[in-house]
T-cell receptor, first 115, second 112 residues
Framework: GENVEQHPSTLSVQEGDSAVIKCTYS??????FPWYKQELGKGPQLIID?????GEKKDQRIAVTLNKTAKHFSLHITETQPEDSAVYFC??????????????FGKGTKLSVIP | DTGVSQDPRHKITKRGQNVTFRCDPI?????LYWYRQTLGQGPEFLTY????????KSRLLSDRFSAERPKGSFSTLEIQRTEQGDSAMYLC??????????FGQGTRLTVV
């Protein structure tokens, strides 16, 4: 089955700096890669996703890059703010049918943004 | 409709007891997923429904775990003869084939 590795497990940055979280996956058939933000006591919330036919996607301060050959993808947050502090998870799935979300998650990165 | 609703939010049970959790998906979402999340880990996929049909259940952790979605709307997850290792957050998510999956806030189970 799929295996997703995520690094680092913790990350502290100064407010305004950039943060980068990296993930690798094992199954070359995986074609959908979402990123989730989870705040304490809440469920994961999708912040950005990318499909295997795209190399990069950006949404305001958040961007994701995908390297299919190397089987890794990364989350980039620029101009970090204290409210970005949370646990971030990467995930991967083989989208066997449109909208199928049988996801394999990484272990998470706890991001702390220091004011 | 404000999102995926899970009930209860917290459950404490004694080892050996049965527990049942409920998930109400976003209305009109025909796909529903159950995940388990242990402390310090990412969510782990358990099972998946499309309408009332359970299309994937091989990832349920043992035969003590079962899930139903009898009318294609709400779903229940039951754990029989609970063990301390079952202590975790149980998350439900829903979507349609055209939308992202939205997660509920989860049910935190503590087995004592």
């Amino acid at each position: 089955g799929e295996n997703v590795e995520q690094h680092p497990s913790t990350l502290s940055v100064q407010e305004g700096d950039s943060a980068v979280i990296k993930c690798t996956y094992s199954d070359s058939a995986s074609n959908y890669f979402p990123w989730y933000k989870q705040e304490l006591g809440k469920g994961p919330q999708l912040i950005i996703d990318i499909r295997s036919n795209v190399g990069e996607k950006k949404d305001q301060r958040i961007a994701v890059t995908l390297n299919k050959t190397a089987k890794h993808f990364s989350l980039h947050i620029t101009e970090t703010q204290p409210e970005d502090s949370a646990v971030y998870f990467c995930a991967a799935s083989k989208n066997s049918g449109a909208g199928s979300y049988q996801l394999t998650f990484g272990k998470g990165t706890k991001l702390s943004v220091i004011p | 409709d404000t999102g995926v609703s899970q009930d209860p939010r917290h459950k404490i049970t004694k080892r050996g007891q049965n527990v049942t959790f409920r998930c109400d998906p976003i209305s009109e979402h025909n796909r529903l997923y159950w995940y388990r999340q242990t402390l310090g880990q990412g969510p782990e996929f358990l099972t998946y429904f499309q309408n009332e049909a359970q299309l994937e259940k091989s990832r349920l952790l043992s035969d003590r775990f079962s899930a139903e979605r009898p009318k294609g709307s709400f779903s229940t997850l039951e754990i029989q003869r609970t063990e301390q290792g079952d202590s975790a957050m149980y998350l439900c998510a829903s979507n349609t084939q055209y939308t992202e999956a939205f997660f509920g806030q989860g049910t935190r189970l503590t087995v004592v």
